[in-house]
């Protein structure tokens, strides 16, 4: 009988979401009349703006015509988009970030996980709590963890609490790490790193030959102009850090797929032999060999983000959104919820009522208010007692949650 690969075994019970739609799923079969408004999972709710679905229909028809047809793509992504990306998310921010170091895929959640592919066994690993939980359970996956113990953490992990009275910043440890997963704006707290806590990890990471994974999902979402959007506005960051991104949120492409991966060639790990090896080198061959491209459809979709046009659609979907935090804050707000994030990122990160843990605060606006959000337990033991929304919902139901909320 095939063997199986055991680390899948000291997975918990289940990852978050889907624990989550296992528990609607039982509600609304046993409430098959009940309105539920789902503010839990990340999913956006707003068409894709029109500037990309015109780029899209455009290559459709581009690809119905002998000359215009595109086959297999270059797995590292088109030019003209890598291109673009860079001279606009990077190059106009300081940031010294060429074409060919950015690599397009089908989203940051996998290359978050991929990447391990070219790290090797042995790395110190450290993660904040809460965290996404994608970054432990791919590690466990990999091998890189031992057993989960009674709070939830796994053997092997260095855990970096993020709460209230740290401003849930991500405070430097004490000892020496080899690799660390941040993400800015926060998912799920909505906290947010200055220039200056990035550049201290920075300092860090050089100090200590450690390599940051920095997760800028949402940094479409910044608020603040004295905010950094990238890892690469740091000096000596190429040196020391990889970075993900992703249209998901930002342009409303969770369900059309395209991210992309900043790798700088700068970038070093050391092989068995004691050698340094170029990390660029390693994602270019994992790329080639494990992944075929994002459709050019999809890309062209992409590189019309970018347009005047399109750059106004996209402001115009982060503002929306970004209303809707600010009402699920000043709403909860009111009726004495301590409440957190919200302002430079889409997620709202509330404190339970006292004596009410975070599953059963999520049972009990399933039930009474039919309104589903996560449970902060659900991101690492630091999130017991508190409770995520998100903003990524219409108007209408962000406001009638708010109301059978504040209800109850």
Known sequence: ???????????????????????????????????????????????????????????????????????????????????????????????????????????????????????????????????????????????????????????????????????????????????????????????????????DWVEYAKKHDALILFDAAYEAFIQDPLLPHSIFEIDGAKDCAIEFRSFSKNAGFTGTRCALTVIPKSLKGIGLNGEEVDLWSLWNRRQCTKFNGVSYIVQRGAQAIYSLEGRSQVNSLVSFYMENAEIIRNQLAKVGFEVYGGKNAPYVWIKAPENIDSWEFFDFLLQQANVVGTPGSGFGASGEGFFRLSAFNSRENVEEAMRRITRI
């Open 1 to 199: 009988m095939v063997k199986v690969n055991e680390n899948y075994l000291k997975l918990k019970a289940g990852y978050l979401f889907p624990e989550i739609g296992r528990r609607v799923n039982a509600f609304s079969e046993a409430n098959p009349k009940a309105d539920l408004i789902r503010l839990g999972i990340g999913d956006v709710t707003e068409p894709l703006p029109p500037a990309c679905c015109k780029a899209m229909q455009a290559a459709v028809e581009e690809m119905s015509t002998q000359n215009g047809f595109h086959g297999y793509g270059p797995e590292q992504g088109y030019f003209w988009l890598r291109e673009t990306i860079a001279k606009n998310d990077f190059q106009k921010r300081g940031c010294g970030i060429d074409p060919d170091e950015i690599f397009i895929s089908d989203g940051s959640k996998c290359d978050s996980s991929n990447i391990l592919d070219i790290l090797g066994e042995g790395n110190r690993i450290a993660v904040t709590d809460p965290v996404y939980p994608v970054y432990v359970d791919s590690n466990v996956m990999a091998g890189h963890t031992g057993l989960a113990g009674s709070n939830g953490r796994y053997a092997g992990l260095s855990y970096i609490a993020l709460n209230a009275a740290n401003g849930f910043q991500a405070e430097i440890p004490n000892d020496p790490v080899d690799l660390i997963y941040l993400c800015f704006p926060n998912n799920p707290t909505g906290a947010v790193a200055t220039k200056q806590h990035l550049s």
